[in-house]
């Protein structure tokens, strides 16, 4: 393997040299790849679509975590579905508050070779004793267990395969019943530039279910095209309205020190463009 072109999309590609091939099988579930790049160091993709890389995992997994806990203010349990890299984890983790995580992971070759391979994304959570490891698909997970959570976070892979069944009303509504009271449910939802039927699905979905929800953003670069999307939805329409001035003082008190995510980050990423909000059916911005 020379290079690696990625295979999301059918008129559109990115492509990485690949300067060493680490690992490469054919799991119970999905085809795993794991690479070095001169730019991105290693780099993961299941079934041709990038994963994560070391370069800029960060931005990805401090937003989909720091943003709802900070935003919450009162996190004891949180739920990740997916993250099999242990990224999720290690900035759940970070949380002192947080006294229980369990983390769903339809395939343990992930987990497995993620820490073999890509060691600096879990940095030890696996090890961590508030964490939970189930085997399991996230679907049936979160429509069978009798858990609660303060924050469910999915961090899925795209709607194709394994992770399809993420993207469905049906999940978003179990999810829903896992939720506490004032609970918060973020999920990766692409980049909207190219995946705008997603999204608009999404929200869809959302508005049917949840008394507040909305999209936040971040630019991660591996993932081409623009502005990577996460949905949020919660029966607590003040999480979302959370003030500057609060997540400056939960983000100090926290202790944590970022690479990304700041109170300002936070509070902007509910920005949207007008294209986006006019696909989701909102008139503006409203809290802004």
């Known amino acids: 393997m020379r290079n690696f072109s990625e295979t999301l999309y059918d008129a559109y590609a990115q492509e990485f040299r690949v300067d060493e091939l680490l690992h490469e099988v054919k799991t119970d579930h999905q085809h795993l790849v794991i690479f070095k790049n001169v730019i991105f160091g290693r780099v993961m993709a299941l079934d041709g679509i990038v994963q994560t890389t070391e370069k ?16 919450h203010g009162n996190v004891e349990s949180v739920l990740i579905v997916g993250g099999g890299d242990g990224g999720m984890l290690r900035e759940v983790c970070r949380h002192d508050t947080v006294r229980r995580v369990t983390q769903v992971e339809i395939d343990q070759a992930v987990i497995d070779m993620c820490r073999r391979y890509l060691p600096g994304h879990s940095a030890g959570a696996y090890d961590d004793p508030r ?22 976070i999915s961090d899925s892979t795209d709607p194709i395969g394994p992770g399809e069944a993420l993207f469905t009303e049906s999940f ?49 670069p591996s993932y081409v095209g623009g502005a990577m999307y996460f949905a949020w939805a919660t029966d607590e329409p003040r999480h979302r309205r959370t003030d500057i001035a609060t997540l400056r003082e939960r983000y100090r008190k926290s202790g944590i020190t970022t690479r990304y995510y700041n109170p300002e980050i936070h509070f902007s990423a509910f920005a949207l463009p007008q294209y986006v909000l006019k696909a989701v059916g909102k008139s503006d911005n409203e809290y802004l």
């Open 56 to 71: 800029d995992e960060f931005i990805y997994h401090e937003m989909m975590s720091h943003v709802p806990i900070l935003a």
């Open 131 to 152: 964490a939970e490891i189930v085997i399991d698909d996230g679907i049936h997970f979160v429509r069978e267990t009798q858990q609660r959570f303060d924050v469910i």
């Open 172 to 220: 978003y509504a179990a999810c829903r019943k896992c939720l506490n009271p004032g609970g918060i449910l973020v999920t990766q939802n692409g980049v909207a530039f190219h995946q705008m039927d997603e999204i608009r699905q999404t929200g869809e979905h959302l508005e049917s279910l949840f008394g507040d929800w909305h999209f936040y953003t971040a630019a991660v």
